[in-house]
């Protein structure tokens, strides 16, 4: 059905793709039963919202149209060694992460039904990502207009056409850092990896994307392009070690904790398959999940840490500011880490207020210094209201009393299994409804840590209203470019300038908000913070607000906020 949609006109690929759903649909419900017919509804549906990232029709415009572009002007193409083995590690990365998931789907009991269920799901997902990257990898070539000085990427998946002038940063790394570029393994960091080789790696930092090239000649693009960066910004080669080294042996061990615990379930799954296996009794396997849990807890800021190749910050105008603000709130002794990303964006990690860590990116430090500290002050209030160890509670609660239901109507639910429509409808709603509660917790804390962080501030609330505002700005302005890049010149002279947040949206984008997102609108949170009274008040309006700005504008009879 996605191919039908890219290759077909798109009037005619909507009638033939609501023609074919309607046809595998009548198919699945006559000759199959209800549940099994679910079941693979479920399986189509995960597998069409992962692969409709890839086999997009806009992408696959945008790759004609810049093959047509290169018809039409003089460019040089930079040529890229291309090596088998750089895609197979590649793959086995990806492989060894979802090792568990495999071994448990393939030989668990059949009453970890559910549980496969999941898994599979997350399989699919897996397995998209790695068409995309297996696409890259061998339709990826990369071209320079000197006219229009221009880098023009062709890929099947990840065409750009690149303004030279917007270049931030240029650097050179000795090979592709792979525990970097490889999506399971990083945090917090958009990385565009058009590496097809283990030779020298071109980074060129653009808003909101990092892009890794390898190129042959790669002096010569250096000593071009570092005409449009500053000087100051011009690096020497950054060595990226071997695999044998110390070192990246220690970040492969952490950050294949972190994808295969965080980014996927292998290290749960692939654990309790050896539980099973040797016959462990069932209160042993709820004490290795709570063991296991509380590990998780114990090492999560260090996880963090390793998965977003953070640094540390020791000294410096940025360090002194930050623990003022950390003293002011409390928690002393919080250490600062820095994140090479184009993302604008920071968080707090750990449990324990003596042992709480506040990670930034450096595109978060282009912001102006009330900004920053802004955003230090919210993160100062997560730990020290423990925000990170609230969440974490409260989604081991949840499951909690998922399990301890079924526990005790243990019998209810096999008599309610036998109405299989009944059964599917209330496993759907478990699953709708765990986002909504995670969402309420979530948004209780940011809430909390807006307003009460902004006390910590010689500004007040306002600075930090003024820094939320500056935070989005910059998002929105690299959000715009990115979509310049990629887009199509159709959809550039059509596209109207995107609506800042800090506009109400329309109800339905406010009720996803407000009901899903971990962060309430940023409209409301501005606005919010520019409203005087106690932090009683304002969490009274915000549960308020939660339900009546989630409503239709049509049953509201004030179409404002009442903040």
Same mark, same amino acid.
């Given at each position: 059905?996605?191919?039908?949609?890219?290759?077909?006109?798109?009037?005619?690929?909507?009638?033939?793709?609501?023609?074919?759903?309607?046809?595998?649909?009548?198919?699945?419900? @006559?000759?199959?039963?209800?549940?099994?017919?679910?079941?693979? @509804?479920?399986?189509?549906?995960?597998?069409?919202?992962?692969?409709?990232?890839?086999?997009?029709?806009?992408?696959?415009?945008?790759?004609?149209?810049?093959?047509?572009?290169?018809?039409?002007?003089?460019?040089?193409?930079?040529?890229?060694?291309?090596?088998?083995?750089?895609?197979?590690?590649?793959?086995?990365?990806?492989?060894?992460?979802?090792?568990?998931?495999?071994?448990?789907?393939?030989?668990?009991?059949?009453?970890?039904?559910?549980?496969?269920?999941?898994?599979?799901?997350?399989?699919?997902?897996?397995?998209?990502?790695?068409?995309?990257?297996?696409?890259?990898?061998?339709?990826?070539?990369?071209?320079?207009?000197?006219?229009?000085?221009?880098?023009?990427?062709?890929?099947?998946?990840?065409?750009?056409?690149?303004?030279?002038?917007?270049?931030?940063?240029?650097?050179?790394?000795?090979?592709?850092?792979?525990?970097?570029?490889?999506?399971?393994?990083?945090?917090?960091?958009?990385?565009?990896?058009?590496?097809?080789?283990?030779?020298?790696?071109?980074?060129?930092?653009?808003?909101?994307?990092?892009?890794?090239?390898?190129?042959?000649?790669?002096?010569?693009?250096?000593?071009?392009?570092?005409?449009?960066?500053?000087?100051?910004?011009?690096?020497?080669?950054?060595?990226?070690?071997?695999?044998?080294?110390?070192?990246?042996?220690?970040?492969?061990?952490?950050?294949?904790?972190?994808?295969?615990?965080?980014?996927?379930?292998?290290?749960?799954?692939?654990?309790?398959?050896?539980?099973?296996?040797?016959?462990?009794?069932?209160?042993?396997? @709820?004490?290795?999940?709570?063991?296991?849990?509380?590990?998780?807890?114990?090492?999560?800021?260090?996880?963090?840490?390793?998965?977003?190749?953070?640094?540390?910050?020791?000294?410096?105008?940025?360090?002194?500011?930050?623990?003022?603000?950390?003293?002011?709130?409390?928690?002393?002794?919080?250490?600062?880490?820095?994140?090479?990303?184009?993302?604008?964006?920071?968080?707090?990690?750990?449990?324990?207020?003596?042992?709480?860590?506040?990670?930034?990116?450096?595109?978060?430090?282009?912001?102006?210094?009330?900004?920053?500290?802004?955003?230090?002050?919210?993160?100062?209030?997560?730990?020290?209201?423990?925000?990170?160890?609230?969440?974490?509670?409260?989604?081991?609660?949840?499951?909690?009393?998922?399990?301890?239901?079924?526990?005790?109507?243990?019998?209810?639910?096999?008599?309610?299994?036998?109405?299989?429509?009944?059964?599917?409808?209330?496993?759907?709603?478990?699953?709708?409804?765990?986002?909504?509660?995670?969402?309420?917790?979530?948004?209780?804390?940011?809430?909390?840590?807006?307003?009460?962080?902004?006390?910590?501030?010689?500004?007040?609330?306002?600075?930090?209203?003024?820094?939320?505002?500056?935070?989005?700005?910059?998002?929105?302005?690299?959000?715009?470019?990115?979509?310049?890049?990629?887009?199509?010149?159709?959809?550039?002279?059509?596209?109207?300038?995107?609506?800042?947040?800090?506009?109400?949206?329309?109800?339905?984008?406010?009720?996803?908000?407000?009901?899903?997102?971990?962060?309430?609108?940023?409209?409301?949170?501005?606005?919010?913070?520019?409203?005087?009274?106690?932090?009683?008040?304002?969490?009274?309006?915000?549960?308020?607000?939660?339900?009546?700005?989630?409503?239709?504008?049509?049953?509201?009879?004030?179409?404002?906020?009442?903040?």
């Amino acid at each position: 059905m996605l191919m039908i949609a890219v290759l077909l006109p798109k009037k005619v690929a909507v009638i033939v793709e609501c023609i074919l759903l309607i046809a595998v649909l009548a198919y699945l419900f @006559i000759f199959l039963s209800f549940g099994q017919a679910m079941f693979l @509804i479920s399986f189509g549906a995960t597998a069409y919202a992962s692969f409709g990232f890839i086999i997009d029709r806009g992408k696959r415009e945008k790759y004609l149209e810049v093959k047509r572009r290169l018809d039409d002007v003089d460019y040089i193409e930079m040529s890229m060694g291309k090596e088998m083995k750089r895609l197979a590690v590649d793959v086995i990365l990806t492989g060894a992460v979802c090792s568990g998931a495999v071994l448990f789907l393939l030989f668990a009991p059949e009453t970890y039904t559910v549980l496969k269920m999941f898994i599979g799901f997350m399989l699919i997902t897996f397995f998209a990502k790695t068409v995309e990257r297996v696409g890259n990898f061998s339709s990826s070539r990369v071209f320079w207009v000197p006219t229009e000085e221009r880098l023009i990427i062709l890929s099947q998946f990840q065409s750009r056409e690149l303004p030279i002038q917007d270049l931030k940063q240029m650097s050179v790394e000795s090979s592709p850092d792979l525990l970097k570029l490889h999506p399971l393994f990083t945090f917090l960091s958009s990385n565009q990896d058009y590496t097809s080789s283990f030779q020298r790696v071109l980074k060129l930092s653009f808003p909101g994307d990092n892009i890794y090239i390898t190129l042959d000649k790669i002096e010569m693009w250096q000593e071009l392009f570092s005409k449009y960066v500053d000087h100051s910004d011009k690096q020497k080669e950054n060595l990226v070690l071997p695999v044998w080294h110390p070192t990246v042996l220690k970040r492969l061990l952490l950050k294949g904790y972190f994808a295969s615990t965080v980014k996927g379930i292998s290290a749960y799954t692939g654990l309790l398959l050896l539980l099973l296996w040797i016959g462990a009794p069932t209160w042993a396997m @709820i004490l290795f999940v709570l063991l296991w849990w509380g590990v998780n807890i114990y090492f999560s800021d260090r996880v963090l840490i390793a998965a977003s190749d953070a640094e540390a910050v020791r000294s410096g105008h940025l360090y002194e500011r930050a623990q003022a603000i950390f003293a002011k709130a409390g928690v002393g002794g919080t250490k600062l880490y820095l994140v090479d990303s184009p993302i604008y964006n920071g968080f707090a990690t750990g449990m324990n207020i003596g042992r709480g860590t506040v990670v930034l990116t450096s595109a978060t430090l282009q912001l102006p210094n009330n900004a920053v500290d802004a955003i230090l002050a919210h993160e100062a209030m997560h730990l020290k209201k423990r925000d990170i160890l609230t969440i974490q509670l409260a989604r081991f609660v949840y499951f909690g009393v998922l399990a301890a239901s079924v526990y005790l109507f243990f019998d209810e639910l096999q008599v309610l299994a036998d109405h299989i429509l009944l059964f599917t409808l209330l496993v759907y709603l478990i699953m709708f409804l765990f986002p909504i509660y995670l969402s309420f917790v979530s948004q209780w804390t940011e809430v909390r840590a807006d307003y009460l962080g902004g006390e910590l501030l010689a500004g007040g609330r306002k600075q930090m209203a003024e820094g939320l505002t500056a935070l989005l700005n910059a998002q929105e302005q690299d959000l715009d470019k990115q979509f310049e890049y990629s887009a199509t010149l159709n959809n550039k002279s059509s596209m109207k300038k995107l609506r800042p947040n800090t506009n109400r949206d329309s109800w339905f984008w406010r009720f996803l908000e407000f009901q899903f997102q971990a962060h309430p609108p940023m409209y409301w949170r501005i606005m919010a913070l520019t409203k005087q009274g106690k932090w009683s008040k304002a969490r009274k309006r915000w549960v308020l607000d939660r339900f009546t700005e989630s409503l239709p504008d049509f049953l509201r009879k004030n179409q404002n906020p009442q903040v």
